[in-house]
Nanobody
Framework: VQLVESGGGLVQNGGSLRLSCAAS????????MGWFRQAPGKEREYVAA????????PYADSVKGRFTISRDNAKNTVYLQMNRLKPEDTAVYYC?????????????????WGQGTLVTVSS
């Protein structure tokens, strides 16, 4: 199984980025997908998740109203559109796959992880 994130980079405060995570080696539509992030010196934290059919997508309070998660089961890809970015959003962003799809916020529930993509928001 491989999850490959892309789309990270350097952006100014208030800017936007779109992250992608391409999955292979698993039946993508059977998995809930999540995005987590880890800032330097901090714990990994939940950002957003989306269920198998794409009609439920809870967000962390810190990104609600600014970030949008979506998925394309035909392309085996999950996306994270990030708008109105802030310096505190700077982190490595990881996508993850969870077969059970019940405890969105729990990183340990996710079976597969990508290698991460760095997002840096300058002030």
């Amino acid at each position: 199984v491989q999850l490959v994130e892309s789309g990270g980079g350097l952006v100014q405060n208030g800017g936007s980025l779109r992250l992608s995570c391409a999955a292979s080696g698993l039946i993508f539509r059977y998995y809930a997908m999540g995005w987590f992030r880890q800032a330097p010196g901090k714990e990994r934290e939940y950002v957003a998740a989306i269920n198998k059919s794409g009609d439920r997508n809870p967000y962390a309070d810190s990104v609600k109203g600014r970030f949008t998660i979506s998925r394309d089961n035909a392309k085996n890809t999950v996306y994270l559109q990030m708008n109105r970015l802030k310096p505190e959003d700077t982190a490595v962003y990881y996508c993850a796959a969870d077969y059970a799809g019940s405890r969105w916020y729990v990183a340990d529930d996710y079976e597969y992880w990508g290698q991460g993509t760095l997002v840096t928001v300058s002030s």
